[in-house]
């Protein structure tokens, strides 16, 4: 027998630690389990993505002296704060789901993982409603350096949200065929993560594009 | 057999800390939200505004990266992947803002 299947074997034989733990391979170098780490890298990743975005818009605005419209009149405010609120809760249920997943509560799991996927898709759906009222007001990514940063960072971020979205349903499908029994939680953690993070960086554009 | 149990580190090691509440933080989120909103229909001149909404949404950053993200019951090895890019993300901004100085 294999130290692995051993290992799956001690973790189902003492009934406390979830059984599937060690089936989905084993901890990468830094003893983190592979897709955790390979999220967080990829995360890593994405910070300089957005780093690149946020850092040019900070730069054109403020750091080259490029005059601006205000913010204020031209994008709809208090929309997009409860948009914005709409997106946290999204990510209470995610952790919720996570939570759900660890302990193994199916019901809770299915529950919370739906709620995320429509709270993900309301908040993908108020922005195209947006994106639909800007143009119909003239504002367009043509519209000078703030129309072309805005729809350049709301755009890649609605992109990374309507992924989460897309990927968030394929787990809730996995979830309902029962792929996540048993403490299996790792593939929940991992879009977790993701989603985590899409609304780590909205919560920043959210300030720095509409609000300032 | 108690050889392979030491080396299934990969067990409850997320499970091992007592969870979060995490209703605590999402009305944490939604009352600093909501300050946000009052910072910038207060009136309050543009500098001290700004400095409080980027605090404000720094804050809020935090809160999701520590508990939303468990970064708070992580090893410090995974910490410092995850911050790796925050010094690397500095010096992309200076370096850019530097070439738009005439």
């Given at each position: 027998m294999t130290a692995r299947a051993e290992a799956v074997r001690a973790a189902g034989g003492e009934?406390?630690?979830?059984?599937?733990h060690a089936a989905s391979g084993p901890p990468g170098?830094?003893?983190?389990y592979t897709q955790k780490l390979g999220m967080w890298v990829f995360l890593a990743s994405e910070v300089m993505f957005f780093t690149a975005l946020i850092g040019s818009y900070i730069i054109l605005r403020w750091g080259a002296g490029n005059p601006w419209p205000d913010t204020r009149a031209v994008l709809n405010i208090p929309t997009t704060a409860v948009n914005t609120f709409i997106l946290i809760c999204s990510s209470v249920s995610m952790v919720k789901a996570y939570a759900a997943a660890v302990r193994d509560d199916q019901k809770h799991l299915k529950r919370w993982l739906l709620t995320t996927v429509v709270g993900g898709a309301i908040f993908v759906g108020v922005q195209v409603r947006e994106y639909i009222k800007l143009v119909h007001h003239g504002?367009?990514?043509?519209?000078?350096l703030f129309g072309a940063t805005f729809y350049t960072m709301t755009g890649f971020h609605g992109f990374h949200v309507t992924c989460g979205v897309i990927s968030m349903a394929w787990v809730t499908i996995r979830a309902f065929r029962g792929k996540?029994?048993?403490?299996?939680?790792h593939g929940i953690e991992t879009i977790g993560l993701y989603w985590h993070f899409v609304d780590l960086v909205w919560i920043i554009l959210f300030t720095i594009v509409y609000l300032v | 057999m108690e050889r392979a149990m030491t080396a299934?580190?990969?067990?409850p090691e997320a499970a091992e800390h007592k969870a979060p509440n995490y209703v605590a933080v999402w009305a944490a989120l939604a009352v600093l939200t909501m300050v946000e909103l009052a910072v910038v229909y207060m009136g309050l001149p543009r500098h001290v505004m700004i400095l409080a909404l980027v605090f404000l949404a720094l804050w809020k950053a935090m809160l999701v990266a520590l508990y939303f993200m468990h970064l708070r019951f992580e090893p410090k090895r995974l910490l410092y992947v995850v911050l790796a890019p925050l010094p690397l993300a500095l010096i992309l901004v200076i370096a850019v803002m530097h070439g738009f100085r005439k």
């Open positions: 009934g406390t630690a979830p059984a599937a170098g830094v003893g983190i504002f367009l990514p043509s519209s000078g996540y029994k048993g403490g299996n939680y | 299934a580190p990969a067990g």
